[in-house]
């Protein structure tokens, strides 16, 4: 099927409401701001040293990574309906309850495995998710053996380059886009679990498949030269 085009998403349609990566951005109406260091950031990092970190050395950074594009979106999956500090402040433990995001090892977890993991405290303890990390490692170890591998597939949908928009407020920024409803589609139809659009756009700007900086925040053109 033809897939649609990757433009940058004009700015004529915003959506009502911030961007979804990370959830529950706090003044999602505002512009940028002007931050320690009189560095001009996104808002949604607020004050939080761990959220600002990510921010400035992660968000839109484009991964090309198979492995680590994995864990990304395993852990876009886990956030969905909590604040994306949420799961910053517990990603050390995620990455050791799950042996590194290694999709290697996890295609492997048995139903004992999925028991110790519930009872992990330190992690997002949803059963559905649990499964479907393994699910997702087992579709993930295909598309490797199979074809042109994760990244490949992944970045083919932005032909190869990240989409640089152009925003200038939070409430510019889509929730969703047509680009994100096609991934979220293939996604699903090989397998992977908790990928909708919404997740699925979450994921494409922090893995900078997407730049969605605000054009106001130093990071906008730092990404843009990557």
Not at 77 to 93: P, V
Not at 142 to 165: C, H, R
Not at 192 to 215: E, R, S, W
Request: hydrophobic share 40%.
């Amino acid at each position: 099927p033809t897939r649609p085009r990757a433009t940058a998403h004009p700015r004529s349609h915003p959506h009502p409401g911030p961007p979804p990566a990370p959830s529950h951005l706090p003044n999602a109406g505002c512009r940028g701001r002007m931050s320690a260091g009189n560095l001009t950031r996104c808002p949604w990092p607020g004050t939080d040293p761990l959220d600002v970190a990510y921010h400035d050395e992660e968000w839109g950074v484009p991964e090309y990574d198979a492995r680590a594009l994995y864990e990304k979106l395993i852990l876009d999956g886990f956030q969905a309906g909590l604040a994306w500090i949420t799961i910053l402040r517990k990603r050390d433990a995620f990455r050791a309850a799950f042996d590194g995001f290694e999709p290697e090892k996890i295609a492997r977890y048995d139903a004992k495995k999925v028991e110790v993991l519930m009872a992990d405290a330190g992690i997002v303890r949803n059963r559905l998710k649990i499964e479907g990390t393994i699910r997702s490692a087992q579709v993930w170890l295909d598309m490797m053996e199979t074809g042109p591998g994760f990244s490949a597939f992944l970045w083919d949908f932005v032909d190869g380059k990240p989409v640089l928009n152009r925003f200038k407020a939070m409430n510019d920024v889509p929730a969703k886009t047509p680009l994100s409803r096609a991934m979220s589609k293939e996604l699903k139809a090989r397998g992977f679990k908790f990928c909708g659009p919404t997740i699925v756009y979450a994921f494409m700007q922090a893995t900078g498949l997407v730049n969605d900086h605000l054009t106001s925040c130093h990071r906008h053109k730092a990404c843009a030269a990557l």
